[in-house]
């Protein structure tokens, strides 16, 4: 089975060898799209769902967190109590940069919406003042694309 990850293989023993998933750094947004995309194969969805997942320093933490049932936009309550969570998870496994990665996941087309635009509007609100980097994906109709990217790096 061709994971994606031939180019990072190692020889071992005469066999090559592929790095666990968590190993393998992610160093660039392209990089972190690619990770999303292998995450959440296929990326079609019956239903609208928030996941999140955490880089330490490039690697990811072995955590990936799906908030289920999310209405179209976000919601007040919703967007002030994630960074908390996020913080949480950091403060609990994060020893280097934090990076919070999301993946805003519904039904439809890939095509970014005006419903789509308020979830990104709303976690630049919610992650104005955290110290951690974010970013957001939008994972529909079979595919993966990147929405907010500007927060890879501060």
């Known amino acids: ?18 790095p666990p998933l968590a190993d393998v750094p992610i160093r660039s947004a392209a990089d972190l799209t690619a990770r999303w995309e292998r995450l959440l194969a296929p990326p079609v969805f019956g239903a609208r769902s928030l996941w999140l997942c955490w880089l330490d320093d490039g690697l990811m ?16 309550t919703m967007l002030a109590n994630l960074p908390s969570l996020c913080q949480t998870v950091v403060e609990e496994h994060v020893f280097g940069g ?26 630049r609100e919610a ?28």
């Open 61 to 76: 933490v072995p955590l990936v967190v799906p908030v289920d049932e999310i209405p179209a936009r976000p919601g007040r």
């Open 127 to 154: 992650f104005a003042d955290e110290d951690c980097t974010w970013s957001l994906h939008l994972a529909a109709g079979g595919s993966v694309v990147p929405m907010v990217e500007e927060h890879w790096s501060r």
């Open 98 to 123: 934090a990076h919070v990665a999301m993946a805003l996941c519904r039904p439809g087309l890939p095509t970014v919406t005006r419903d789509d635009e308020a979830w990104a509007a709303g976690l």
């Open 1 to 18: 089975m061709d994971d994606g990850f031939s180019g990072v293989c190692g020889c071992h023993g005469g066999r090559m060898t592929t």
